[in-house]
């Protein structure tokens, strides 16, 4: 047992010092900040997820395995024979011109009219969203984030000791009825709101998306409310059902942030994602890529541009969107015949992930060392909470297993949740007490 | 002229709006820690070095056309094809294993004893500083800096809102009686010091280096005040004259974070630098890692390992060393030969910069554009003190031009110096008044 002795930490006291300033010499030197520094349920569940006996409903992994490897390696080389003093040079701060101009064309995708010059390319959309938070909050300001929302995002606002205010979604995504009320609530309290933070496509972990219609309230109320919104879109092109839904930036150029990914649509290694944002942002995010970096990777750059050139790239994302539906498929097909009653789930049109809403008294941190043991892993709920909400619920991927290992997966989880259950019946365990809060209620679409 | 309207941005005001605040929309909503993210000299000065008609004495891009690129390029074929699927993936927030590996025998070069657990890859060793920044310092923090001191390393610690107090240099360095004065005023006027930031080889920008004795001398201030070093070292094997200096690192693991890059030592465009830190802090650096990148670029990483695995990567820098000595010696050939009297420069045993002290009243900043006129680019000193001295000074690099290019370059400065100098003598121009400050008397070594 730990006993805090209160002044220990004084020069010359004669009381030992607490355990944890012996363990970390450092500790009394760190920035502020560094509390909020937490390592997320993601990170500790890579190690799981490699153990080749379990099955991984966890990571967000792209599969990347039917990309052309060969023919790829073949072009890299002739760039690293021809180009190789400048691919392994030095860049721009803001990124490759020449890349910049196709990250363009694939934003028409999505009927995004943009210029070049306000595109700034990250390392990955991760930074993007780290380099708008350093530009735009001090500690305190508020962000709003759909209820759920994505856990990178949730670690980045953390470390800029920003406040995450939950907003809750319904069927079609972020709710504007709810969003109105947390704005007006912020300002109530003389709270600063810095953005709004949104994936209205195949949500992260949601799995749902929101309708043009849906877009055109949320940005309304965001411009009546001089409010910027950050749109982070990765799984825009991975719709599975129907042509792309224009992006809310396609339908303003001054109020909306915008943050891509080749991440999932090509391969995350390279590490290279962008933001389109307005002409004075984009400045200020061009000096906070030279202070952060110098410059983005340019070998990546480079890399990701000549396959933009030189492959079928488009025809490349249509094959990963057919993997990809196949195995929503299988995900839905085996959650449908394994879960137990009282389990619901989203039914995603695109992109990697399903919701799963479990049976009370179930928790899904509690039970997630159970589920590993019985080789099946997942993110529980929690993770994509700023409060700690969101026990009720799991994040289950389907990017990276196959259709049988997927299939299976369910079959694992559900008997987990029937022998949790069981057990929770026979001695009446109430469960955790757990705080109630209203965008748990109805939470997202249930369909 | 701009008039300032007191109360004017207030809504419903009748006055004119601020001419900046109708240039930018969003100006009142950013981050406090923007107003320190400027644009550097440094940046400015990229697009004037793209001239072909100007030698450019200002970048610090490294030589890379001597790099086997067509051999590279079959290497990192092999690698797409045989291991893209995970060279291609998400990778550790720390870094790929098998390079930390190989980054530790990168170390052994400087007698640096390491265990790659300890090591974290970041996105240029520029990411590594940011990282630490971000670990250390709140706003108002003190970093201890030498005068003057590298200009992206004040950029960092300006977005950060730290307070850089400079330490004067003498010929071997870091001044350690300079240095207890600084640690003694700061302390006096209750300030908290971070880190102590050095460069103890081939100093950028001041081109001097710290004997094996200096460095114990600092190592044991820094230990007994109870505050971090922080060692940058790109430049450290590339020596040209003797064996590489021990690191300060190698003489004690607890109170120093080694910063080490591939950019000089082999390409800047991969982006992959590396913090060596003790075990707590490398912890932090981890998450804050994870927050910025999720995970630093895995293809870079695994070329730069395939390099070092299967390149004689020694062989290569000894040839660097060669073609580096052989510009440097152009340079002090050019300067002996055509700087007019009073000036004095620094003799480099390695890297890529000489530091140069103009005869008063020059003024290196007010002359840069007529030296680009005259078809000559250097950085003016200023751009390396975060209090707008040294602008007697300016740093010259010898690493890309060619000698011929070099000396050419060093005619063309004399001559704009010449030029000015007898304008000034004409006018009896006193130049801009200038502060006095103790670590610009009698600044870095000029023997």
Known sequence: MTVDHP???????????????????????????????????????????????VVSLAGGMPNIADLPLESLGGAIARLVAEHGTRAMQYGAGQGEPVLRAQICEVMAEEAISAHPDDVVVSVGSQQGLALLTQVFCDPGDVILCEAPSYVGALGVFRTYQTQVVHVAMDADGLDPIALREAIA????????????????????????????????????????????IVEDNPYGLLGFDSEPTPAIRSLDDGAVVYLGSFSKTFAPGFRIGWILAPHAIKEKLVLAQESATLCPPVFSQYTISAYLQNFDWRGQIKKSR?????????????????????????????????WLTIPAPLDAEAMLPRAVTARVAYVPGNAFYADGLGTRHMRLSYCLPTPDQIIE?????????????????????????????PYEAPGPDQR
């Not at 959650?335 to 399903?354: D, E, N, Y």
């Not at 949790?420 to 019946?425: D, F, P």
């Open 322 to 354: 057919e993997l990809y539906r196949e195995r929503r498929d299988a995900m839905l097909a085996g959650l449908q015949a394994h879960m137990p009653p009282g389990t619901s789930w989203t039914r995603p049109g695109g992109g990697f992930f399903v």
């Open 7 to 53: 002044g220990s930490e004084g020069a010359g006291s004669p009381l030992p010092a607490r355990r944890d300033t012996r363990l970390d010499p450092y500790i009394g030197t760190y920035a502020e900040r560094t509390h909020g520094m937490t390592a997320s349920a993601v990170r500790a569940l890579f190690a799981v997820a490699n153990r080749p006996e």
């Open 409 to 437: 997966g369910t079959r694992r989880l559900a008997e987990v949740m029937g022998n949790e259950l069981s057990i929770n019946a026979i001695f009446s365990n109430p469960g955790r007490p757990r705080a109630l809060h």
């Open 185 to 228: 609530s912020c300002r109530a309290a003389g709270k600063k709101i810095k953005f709004i933070y949104t994936i209205p496509n195949f949500h992260n972990p949601a799995g749902i998306s929101q309708p043009l219609e849906r877009r055109r309230e949320i940005l309304a109320i965001a411009k009546s409310e001089g409010i910027l």
